[in-house]
């Protein structure tokens, strides 16, 4: 939901009745995690999907666990640690297709910030188009009032 914020309508562009503190406009939607760095967004996401970052985690390790018996030559226990890995990976999949299931799809509230800012964009060409009227009509009567015998 784009961030509204209290503004004057006093003045030719603002098309109120020029009480301050009754209009409010929208503005665009800003990603609030601008400036994030790696081990920022990961924390993030690990509070957000704490199954996703389980499932990672075990990934890595079971893998890393069934490399270690496939290095010392243990083919039987590096196969059956690679089975783990498998589960792992389905587990890993359906923790981030729950995920997306409880946030409501990709894309979801992406696609509703979009209409909010195509909406925004025709509000505030259409009122850049009332100030050019108004200042055209400004320039008309400046014209007429400094020759006053030509109309």
Sequence with gaps: MPAMSNTSSAGPDGGGDGDAGNAQT???YRNPYDGE????????????EPLVLAGLASLVLIFSRGVYHMYKGNSAKSNLW???RVAAQGFTVLAF???MYRR?????ATY???LLYKEYLSEQEAKEARLAAVQQAE???AAEQA????S
């Design 37 to 48: 760095n790696y081990a920022q967004f990961f924390a993030r996401r690990g509070q957000q």
């Design 104 to 108: 409501g799809g990709i894309g979801a």
């Design 139 to 141: 320039r008309l009567d």
């Design 82 to 84: 690679m089975r783990y």
């Design 112 to 114: 509703e910030q979009q």
């Design 97 to 99: 297709g729950y995920g």
């Design 26 to 28: 929208y503005e665009p």
């Design 147 to 150: 020759a006053p015998g030509a």
